[in-house]
């Protein structure tokens, strides 16, 4: 029986305090509700192409179809998801390290999902590991890495006056990690600034985390939507070369344009093919304890594509197109005025205005232009005929 200490202490679900959410997912909400025609949601992370929709690829579309056909059944196919996805994956993230047999890795819940069991993995092997983190980052990070428990060490990434990477800042802060500390780094295209690491950058990055003993975990969310897939990933394989350890949270929501879909991947380096082994049993059971299995539909999609030669070749062109438009908008903006030229040397779908919250409140309540907060802006979330419409007034609230 419960005494009337315990009966005063017990809580229902009621007594919940408010949820702190995401406020990247308040704002979908709010521009969802926004009925102003010359509405311009620049908020959320998805592409758009010239007249503003999220299409279905071509390649992924003829690949459902096919699965639609040919599936002959939805029996359960174990926690690490589509293998066959995963390893035809590999060559794609992994290039010239998609044959070494210390690296392994399974199907997740999008780049979200593989995130969230990197780290459980961390947790559950070094729960004294500290992540070093640079600031600000995609605003998902630091709750995933709070919600295993892990401390993460910030550091400034991004300066918005000069907007440039604070680079000796973040190698300080490497510099400082004590051995088995986590090193996160965006693999390419940063979300939320745009502003990636160059090749001397990595190198040197690279470097400082071999010397310390620290474990690097990439998250490659954008491959492909920033110079190209081998030049996008290009850092990560020079991490996996000059590491024993590394973890490698992949997402192919944005580059196959499958978002809803959920589909990612995590792979996993050790030094010795048997611990690397041995650590995806771990991995298996972590993920069994969170989701059991990821959703097949997207990953069997995926895997038909790359299964094909020629929906491959078909995926690779609509993935240049994507990449094109993206880099053709940030030339228009950058064009526009020169305080907006550094839009034109920064990469994949983001990029942040120097605008105060104030500032980005104003620009949603008289334009109807939803940005988050920090000034970050999809630069692909408008139809081409809105492009003179949003520079016109980002230039207006810039100029005051
Ligand atoms: C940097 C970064 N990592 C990971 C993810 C997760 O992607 P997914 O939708 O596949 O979970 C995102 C999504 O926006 C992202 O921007």
Redesign the pocket.
């Known amino acids: 029986m419960l005494s009337d200490t315990q009966i005063t202490a017990a809580k229902g679900i009621a007594d919940l305090p408010p949820v702190e959410s995401d406020s990247l997912l308040q704002l979908i909400g709010l521009a969802n509700a926004d009925k102003r025609p010359e509405k311009i949601d620049v908020g959320v ?1 998805v592409y758009r192409d010239s007249i503003g929709r999220t299409p279905i690829l071509r390649a992924v579309k003829a690949a459902e179809k096919r699965l639609w056909e040919t599936q002959d059944s939805k029996g359960y196919l174990g926690g690490a998801g589509d293998t066959r996805f995963a390893e035809l994956l590999r060559p794609i993230v992994l290039g010239e390290h998609a044959r070494d047999d210390r690296i392994a890795g399974l199907q997740t819940p ?4 593989a ?1 969230r069991l990197g780290f459980q993995l961390v947790a559950a092997t070094n729960p004294q590991a500290r992540v070093i983190i640079g600031t600000p980052t ?1 605003p998902n990070h630091q709750p995933i890495i709070h919600g295993v428990a892990l401390e993460p060490v910030e550091y400034p990434y991004y300066d918005r006056a000069s907007r440039s990477i604070r680079f000796d800042a973040m190698l300080s802060a490497i510099e400082g990690g004590r051995a088995g500390d986590v090193v996160l780094l ?1 693999g390419c295209c940063h ?1 939320p600034t745009g502003a990636d690491l160059d090749a001397g950058q990595w190198a040197e990055v690279t470097r400082v985390i071999a010397k310390r003993g620290l474990l690097p975990f990439v ?1 490659i ?1 954008y491959q492909g939507f920033g110079r190209g897939l081998d030049e996008d990933a290009a850092g990560l394989r020079g991490i996996l070369a000059a590491c024993d350890e590394v973890l490698v ?1 992949q ?1 192919c ?1 944005k580059n196959f344009g499958v ?1 809803r879909d ?1 589909v ?1 991947a995590l792979f996993i380096k050790t030094a010795r093919r048997d611990a690397t082994s041995n650590a995806m049993g771990h991995v298996l059971q972590l993920a069994r304890e969170m989701w059991s299995m990821p959703p097949d539909h997207g990953a069997a999609a995926i895997r038909l594509v790359l299964e094909d030669e020629a929906l491959t070749a078909d995926w690779r062109a609509e993935l240049i197109t994507m990449r094109e438009r993206i880099a053709e908008v940030r030339t228009r903006i950058a064009a526009a005025d020169p305080r907006l030229a550094f839009i034109g040397e920064q990469f994949g779908m983001f990029s942040m205005l120097p605008f105060t919250r104030e500032q980005v409140l104003k620009l949603r309540e008289d334009h109807a232009i939803y940005m988050a907060d920090s000034g970050r802006f999809n630069v692909v979330g408008m139809a081409d005929d809105r492009i003179d419409d949003f520079v016109a007034a980002i230039v207006g609230a810039i100029d005051g």
């Open positions: 992370g999008g780049g979200c999902g995130l995609w965006h979300n998250d969310a949270a997402s929501d978002y959920r990612g």
